[in-house]
């Protein structure tokens, strides 16, 4: 079966981020209840007039941008045509002829190295609303009517099921770094139907397009069930004609929706009803000059200040564990994402919260990474005081002396250390001749001593220096 060739283009739609929907002024606003954010527009009553949300052209071309595509300056709306209870107007306000970017491209990292991923074009339309089916009665939601979108049409580049998901996972991230959209999958604001087709030859066979894919880690799961479905049918002689699958993701596999007899006709034309937009050179380098810190620019920093690639890579993907360490920029990093990623993660989960939820302030983290640094507390302490922390208005050194904790003295170490030695003459024997396990009985010794309040690395460094005497 490996003489077949897999081949795979994805269409991803995001909501924007914007406070109001693409052509009216109802509220952008996931969560409401039914039919609460809509007015007459959204509705589409006869005889309403849609406006252009400047902000969700801005949004729109911060998209291209990232994501490298060649601007249309001059481009207009148009008119796409079909029937739908979804769609009351009987049509969606999309752009067909002068979409906002093409011809850009994303670059992914595979096990086969680096591989450029190229988009087709990248447009702004509206949403259409949620439609909810219940055993016996089907509800509509115009909630998401006129939610501003872009959608992101890539050539048919990915070869794989690793490249489908390794290119999502690339376009999340640098849609959430440019805030053009939250890309909350479990919340519909990141949508993906993946197109699969696979051939002995570089004559593509008819594709299948799967729809209603929940995650990104599942979209990999629809592809590698679509090209081991796909080969099995023409390894039995079958043809079939270009269709429409679900995916299940119970059963991970996908199910018939429907057989593409014709190509769809949308009939699409201009709309009357909205202006050609122009788009200045100044609204351009504004947005381009605008653009937050990108994800790759963030990674170079952490990876400069020592933090490890796992725990890079971790930071990139929490957001708001990026944001957080993006407001200090002269603590220890390294200490600062241990923190972040490992017993404050921990609390979070565990209460539910979320930092902004907590009483750490920024001024109450940056004293504990940087006593952390400096050997004034050690890891123990840092658990024991760190319900206190996240809980307390108290700043770190009243909490230190509300737990009775105190910095030791280098002197104070020093004589502990020695008197660790004197009274342990056969493990100091067995570290000069060679037995490297002694040291670890002696800075259990030591830390027993000082009940966990010393900074094991001075500990470590200054018995070993008592030891080579």
């Given at each position: 079966m490996?003489n077949?060739?897999?081949?795979v283009g994805i269409e ?9 929907k693409?052509?009216s002024?109802s509220?952008n606003?996931?969560?409401?209840m039914?039919?609460t ?9 006869p ?6 949300n400047?902000?969700a ?6 998209a291209?941008l990232?994501?490298n595509?060649?601007i ?8 796409k ?9 009987n049509?969606q306000i999309t752009q067909?002829r002068?979409?906002?970017g093409?011809?850009?491209?994303v670059?992914?990292e ?5 591989k450029k991923i190229?988009?087709h074009d990248?447009?702004v ?6 439609s909810?089916?219940n055993e016996s009665?089907?509800?509509?939601d115009f909630?998401?009517a006129g939610v ?6 890539t050539?048919?580049?990915?070869e ?5 998901v390794?290119y999502l ?5 640098l849609l959430?770094?440019?805030d ?5 999958i479990e919340e519909g604001?990141?949508?993906c ?6 051939s002995?030859t570089?004559k593509l066979n008819p ?8 995650s990104?880690s599942n979209?990999?799961e629809a592809v590698?069930y679509?090209?081991e479905r796909?080969?099995a ?10 269709q429409?699958?679900?995916f ?6 996908t ?5 593409k007899e014709?190509?769809n006709?949308?009939?699409?034309f201009?709309?009357?009803d909205i ?5 200045t050179?100044e609204?351009?380098k504004?947005?381009?000059?605008n653009?937050?810190m990108?994800s790759d620019?963030r990674?170079?920093i ?6 490890n690639?796992?725990n890079?890579?971790k930071?990139?993907?929490n957001?708001n564990v990026s944001?957080?360490l ?5 603590i220890?990093?390294?200490?600062a994402?241990n923190?972040l ?7 979070l989960?565990k209460?539910?919260?979320e ?6 302030t920024?001024d ?10 400096k050997?004034k507390i050690n890891?123990k302490?840092?658990k024991?005081i ?6 307390t208005?108290?700043?770190?050194d009243t ?5 009775s ?8 170490l020093v004589?502990?250390i020695?008197?660790v030695?004197e009274?342990n003459?056969q493990s100091?024997d067995d ?10 009985y002696?800075?259990g010794q030591i830390?027993k001593?000082?009940?966990?309040n010393?900074n094991p ?10 030891l080579?005497?």
């Amino acid at each position: 079966m490996s003489n077949y060739k897999t081949t795979v283009g994805i269409e991803v739609h995001a909501e924007l981020k914007t406070k109001t929907k693409m052509f009216s002024g109802s509220a952008n606003h996931y969560g409401k209840m039914a039919n609460t954010c809509t007015n007459v527009v959204d509705l589409g009553y006869p005889g309403t007039l849609p406006t252009i949300n400047e902000e969700a052209i801005r949004l729109g071309l911060r998209a291209a941008l990232v994501l490298n595509c060649t601007i249309n300056k001059h481009m207009h709306f148009d008119r796409k045509n079909y029937f739908y209870p979804d769609n009351p107007k009987n049509y969606q306000i999309t752009q067909n002829r002068t979409p906002i970017g093409v011809n850009g491209y994303v670059l992914i990292e595979t096990s086969k190295g680096p591989k450029k991923i190229r988009i087709h074009d990248i447009h702004v339309e509206e949403d259409t609303c949620k439609s909810i089916h219940n055993e016996s009665i089907s509800l509509l939601d115009f909630n998401r009517a006129g939610v501003p979108l872009v959608e992101i049409v890539t050539e048919a580049d990915m070869e794989s099921d690793e490249e489908a998901v390794k290119y999502l996972e690339k376009l999340r991230e640098l849609l959430l770094y440019a805030d053009v959209s939250d890309c909350k999958i479990e919340e519909g604001s990141m949508r993906c139907d993946c197109n699969v087709s696979v051939s002995k030859t570089d004559k593509l066979n008819p594709k299948v397009e799967v729809k209603n894919i929940g995650s990104i880690s599942n979209v990999g799961e629809a592809v590698r069930y679509e090209v081991e479905r796909q080969i099995a049918l023409y390894e039995k002689g079958e043809v079939f004609k270009e269709q429409t699958r679900r995916f299940d993701d119970k059963t991970m596999s996908t199910i018939l929706m429907r057989v593409k007899e014709t190509g769809n006709d949308y009939r699409y034309f201009p709309e009357p009803d909205i202006p050609f937009i122009d788009l200045t050179d100044e609204f351009i380098k504004n947005t381009k000059d605008n653009l937050p810190m990108s994800s790759d620019e963030r990674r170079k920093i952490y990876i400069n200040a020592g933090i490890n690639e796992v725990n890079v890579e971790k930071i990139i993907q929490n957001r708001n564990v990026s944001d957080y360490l993006s407001k200090f920029d002269d603590i220890n990093l390294v200490i600062a994402s241990n923190l972040l990623l490992g017993d404050i993660a921990a609390y979070l989960n565990k209460m539910e919260m979320e930092l902004d939820d907590t009483k750490l302030t920024n001024d109450k983290f940056k004293d504990v990474v940087n006593y952390l640094d400096k050997g004034k507390i050690n890891s123990k302490i840092f658990k024991e005081i760190l319900d206190d922390l996240m809980e307390t208005d108290d700043n770190l050194d009243t909490i230190l002396d509300n737990h009775s904790i105190k910095e030791m003295g280098e002197d104070e170490l020093v004589s502990i250390i020695n008197d660790v030695l004197e009274n342990n003459k056969q493990s100091v024997d067995d570290y000069k001749n060679g037995n490297s396990r002694a040291i670890k009985y002696l800075m259990g010794q030591i830390m027993k001593e000082t009940r966990g309040n010393a900074n094991p690395s001075f500990v470590n460094q200054k018995l070993i220096e008592l030891l080579e005497k």
